[in-house]
């Protein structure tokens, strides 16, 4: 009997599996690369994440220093304390003006989340191909974000010297994010290993972040959980892969031509359906098995 791919099956399978054989321990997979200019909310949203939702994210270390006491987003470092990593620990880096920004491997392999700018998400995706990334943009009202950078420079004890750095941050960055932007505009990022960047509006409203939030995190749990029920339905001999379940054969309806689809680009297509054409393909008529002859 020919099984054809259809939507209510393949929730009707990640409720099964989700029951019988997902394990309790927490799986990180996909990890979520969180992108924006200066004072866009990426903070905001990377603490709703973490309180609401449990989420690790890398600390990157960095060469600036507090913005106010007690800030905590980074991990702050001398320039001798830099010199001193050995390069072979760091898997991506960035320099904004004077500043140095980077991570390393162990801090991604134990996160979620990860916050980096355009320059970085390039570095990152071209040096770790065994990832797989999704991207968040998020965009905001210039006019709001500079009274809100406002408001910030007043907590710090030299607010018009606080206002000349982050005058000066939003220069030293605005070339990359600008070319980043215009990527998004005209759909021209491509990654073998990373989803199509996903633009997001913070309009500084608490409840609309959470909910902006909350739709990553269901997006998360989706890609954490669909892989094991792929690979459970390959070694049952419910989809034909290959024996690292990296690639799947599927068949088409038609003609029976098989075609080769990477398990990475098939969740990516179940994940942004249904406006992933890949999906809207399946939909009609590609085929899990070899059809009986």
């Known amino acids: 009997m020919l099984i054809i791919i259809q939507k209510r099956s393949i929730i009707y399978l990640m409720v099964l599996f989700t029951i019988k054989y997902i394990k309790t321990e927490r799986k990180i997979a996909m990890k979520t690369l969180i992108v924006g200019r200066t004072a866009h909310g990426k903070d905001y949203l990377r603490k709703i994440l973490e309180d609401s939702f449990g989420w690790k994210f890398v600390k990157s270390r960095t060469t600036r220093p507090p913005r106010y006491e007690g800030e905590n987003t980074h991990i702050f470092i001398t320039n001798e304390e830099a010199d001193n990593t050995p390069e072979s620990e760091i898997i991506a880096k960035t320099q904004i003006g004077d500043i140095r920004y980077f991570a390393t491997k162990?801090?991604?392999?134990?996160?979620?989340?990860?916050?980096?700018?355009?320059?970085?998400?390039?570095?990152?995706?071209?040096?770790?191909?065994?990832?797989?990334?999704?991207?968040?943009?998020?965009?905001?009202?210039?006019?709001?974000?500079?009274?809100?950078?406002?408001?910030?420079?007043?907590?710090?004890?030299?607010?018009?010297?606080?206002?000349?750095?982050?005058?000066?941050?939003?220069?030293?960055e605005d070339e990359q994010f600008t070319q980043f932007e215009a990527m998004i505009e005209n759909k021209s990022f491509s990654k073998s290993n990373a989803q199509g960047i996903i633009s997001i509006k913070n309009n500084f409203d608490?409840?609309?972040?959470?909910?902006?939030?909350?739709?990553?995190?269901?997006?998360?749990?989706?890609?954490?959980?669909?892989?094991?029920?792929?690979?459970?339905?390959?070694?049952?001999?419910?989809?034909?892969?290959?024996?690292?379940?990296?690639?799947?054969?599927?068949?088409?309806?038609?003609?029976?031509?098989?075609?080769?689809?990477?398990?990475?680009?098939?969740?990516?297509?179940?994940?942004?359906?249904?406006?992933?054409?890949?999906?809207?393909?399946?939909?009609?008529?590609?085929?899990?098995?070899?059809?009986?002859?």
């Open 106 to 172: 162990e801090d991604l392999d134990n996160a979620d989340g990860y916050i980096i700018d355009p320059n970085g998400v390039d570095y990152l995706c071209e040096k770790y191909k065994d990832e797989w990334f999704q991207v968040i943009y998020i965009d905001a009202d210039k006019n709001i974000v500079d009274e809100k950078a406002k408001e910030r420079a007043k907590l710090s004890s030299d607010p018009e010297k606080e206002m000349a750095v982050y005058a000066k941050r939003c220069e030293d």
């Open 206 to 293: 608490e409840k609309e972040m959470f909910e902006i939030a909350r739709g990553i995190e269901m997006r998360r749990r989706f890609n954490q959980n669909i892989r094991p029920i792929i690979n459970v339905l390959i070694d049952n001999g419910n989809l034909s892969g290959d024996k690292d379940n990296d690639t799947i054969r599927l068949y088409r309806k038609d003609t029976d031509e098989p075609i080769l689809v990477k398990t990475d680009h098939l969740i990516q297509a179940l994940m942004d359906e249904p406006k992933n054409s890949l999906f809207s393909e399946l939909m009609e008529g590609y085929l899990f098995r070899e059809p009986d002859k």
